[in-house]
């Protein structure tokens, strides 16, 4: 694991409980199976093995000792075979009667990353993201004997061919083509695997009528003054069929409770039913809310309100969802000597300590909620009250948020572009802009979340790295590949947040300008090389402050107990 560094109202539990019934002739129930099972079989090959889902093919034949562990051995060839090879995972399934009279969705939560998939030789969609998760609707394509397959295809021949695409090379190879986690292309402290597998569970739902799925939540407004918050709530409903639905919308405040009483006590503070119209397809469905008084998620100062739930129950189907409230604005205000990067929380500036967090390990399936949990503990015991997932990684699991949330631990969340000029054909923006929507949608509700960053180290190095001249393009290259990155990072992101949770703050690239450079001490924020990669002397962290610092660091061993377990013993 690398860490790069960084530089009350009484407790209330809001809850808001959405009923939404549909017409008596209605009956909202669903059911939910993990499918399960899974074998894969590579280039058509006899030998089927056991996959594990979630998990991804190097890790599995890892396990029946196939090929070498990259941990402790060389494995390259082993891998790079992988990267070229056509990979199959097949699953057996059966459906009842009475679940095969009812709609049907298969939901897969992640796919890594080139993928066919087929359901009873139907093909369902093709996958050419691992950040997208993917619901697909199966009502009449399941039987009661089913059969599901994903079919990966070379992640080596994929990207070739997207190459040959364009005219001239994009900086840092082939792995721009890929909406895939950077950093497994292999980076200062990771070494070359390209993982393949479903990443994230499958999920078979059974309803009548009506799916719901993505319920988030996103402050509009918060009065720091008198508490006073507007929220937005929204969730999607599918369905197959026109028709009418009746929500009751009730907004709940739990109150504190004596030694003499039983139980929780509930003050309503705001009731609705409304009638909405659902066409056939999927809906999505927002209610403005507004709270007085509201209970404040702190983080840093007192205590911190984020026990919040809103909860949808469609007459047995329900959706789940954390939120609280609070206020974060982004102060840059100029002077004389540059201009300020502070960060306001609930009115009140905030001095940000930290670090940044990079993937836990190689394998992104085979780590735990629990390795993620104790990051943030070990953080908090710290003193640290900000922490950056870098964008060369994959968006972390909510378990990380969750425990951000719960120690009050703001996050500058990248997305995941990192040190390199990307395409900007309708394909891959297509694909982007369903992820960014996916993920903010996902992470918006978290009170945790401070800021939304485009990318890591792009914009620094398009301006300072040498690219241009590098890769000798012409002025009409040039100004295509700086356009690509204007579309993306200055005009497609921040028009899906602001579609999404407008208040929330957007930086297009972290940092706004190089570590050599005057500017970087004097405005937005800075990643400072200048120790380590720069052959600088310590001494240089008391001189060289910006208004932020958003990364820096410097490569260091690990334990002795870590060595000894993959070096082996150590001689004295």
């Not at 599995?60 to 000792?65: A, F, G």
């Not at 909860?311 to 002077?335: E, S, V, W, Y």
């Not at 407008?502 to 990643?527: A, F, M, V």
Request: charged residues 20%; neutral net charge; proline residues 4%.
């Amino acid at each position: 694991m690398v860490i790069r560094k960084m530089r009350g109202n009484k407790s209330a539990f809001l809850i808001l409980f959405f009923l939404l019934a549909g017409f008596s002739s209605i009956a909202q129930q669903i059911s939910k199976r993990v499918i399960g099972d899974w074998t894969l079989t590579i280039n058509g090959d006899r030998n089927n093995y056991k996959a594990t889902v979630p998990g991804d093919v190097q890790s599995d034949l890892i396990k029946e000792k196939k090929i070498a562990n990259p941990y402790f051995e060389n494995a390259d060839g082993d891998l790079s075979k992988l990267e070229k090879s056509t990979i199959i995972y097949q699953c057996d399934f059966s459906c009842a009667d009475i679940e095969l009279s009812k709609s049907a969705t298969l939901r897969f939560n992640g796919i890594d990353t080139y993928a066919k998939v087929y359901l009873n030789d139907s093909l369902l969609y093709v996958n050419d993201n691992m950040f997208l998760s993917k619901d697909v609707y199966v009502s009449g394509i399941l039987k009661k004997e089913n059969h599901l397959v994903v079919r990966f295809l070379p992640i080596d021949s994929v990207e070739q061919a997207k190459s040959k695409s364009l005219p001239y090379q994009l900086p840092e190879g082939n792995r721009v083509f890929s909406r895939k986690a950077q950093y497994q292309y292999g980076w200062d402290f990771a070494q070359k695997i390209k993982t393949i597998g479903i990443w994230k569970p499958v999920e078979l739902f059974f309803y009548n009528n009506v799916f719901l799925s993505d319920l988030s939540l996103t402050t509009n407004k918060l009065n720091v003054t008198d508490y006073q918050c507007n929220q937005t709530v929204e969730f999607y409903a599918s369905t197959d069929t026109t028709i009418n639905c009746k929500y009751y919308l009730s907004v709940l405040n739990k109150q504190i409770v004596t030694q003499f009483e039983i139980g929780p006590v509930w003050k309503t503070l705001v009731e609705r039913d409304t009638v909405v119209s659902l066409k056939k397809g999927k809906n999505t469905i927002r209610i403005p809310i507004s709270v007085k008084n509201a209970g404040i998620w702190d983080p840093g100062r007192g205590e911190r309100n984020f026990s919040y739930w809103a909860t949808i129950d469609f007459n047995g189907q329900k959706l789940f969802n954390r939120f609280a409230f609070r206020d974060i604005q982004l102060d840059q205000t100029k002077n004389e000597k540059g201009a300020a990067f502070k960060f306001i929380v609930n009115g009140k500036p905030l001095f940000m300590k930290g670090c940044n967090i990079v993937p836990a390990g190689m394998f992104p399936a085979s780590t735990p909620d629990s390795v993620y949990f104790n990051l943030v503990k070990m953080a908090s015991e710290a003193n640290m009250n900000m922490l950056r997932v870098w964008g060369g990684g994959y968006y972390l699991p909510d378990a990380f948020y969750d425990a951000c949330d719960q120690y009050g631990i703001l996050v500058w969340q990248d997305f995941m572009f990192a040190c390199a000029m990307y395409p900007g054909d309708t394909v891959f923006m297509n694909s982007v802009r369903e992820e960014i929507s996916q993920q903010v949608k996902r992470l918006s509700s978290h009170p945790c979340i401070a800021l939304f960053c485009g990318n890591n180290e792009i914009s620094e190095g398009w301006n300072n790295w040498g690219w241009q001249s590098q890769f000798k393009y012409s002025s009409s290259d040039s100004s295509k590949i700086q356009n690509d990155y204007i579309n993306l990072f200055e005009e497609l992101i921040p028009s899906v947040i602001d579609s999404i949770a407008p208040q929330t703050i957007y930086w297009p690239s972290s940092p706004k300008n190089g570590w050599g450079r005057k500017n970087s001490l004097t405005e937005g924020d800075c990643h400072y090389w200048g120790v380590w990669w720069g052959f600088e002397p310590f001494a240089n962290y008391h001189n060289r402050i910006p208004r932020f610092m958003s990364e820096y660091g410097f490569q260091g061993y690990p334990s002795n107990q870590l060595l000894m377990k993959y070096a082996g013993s150590i001689d004295s």
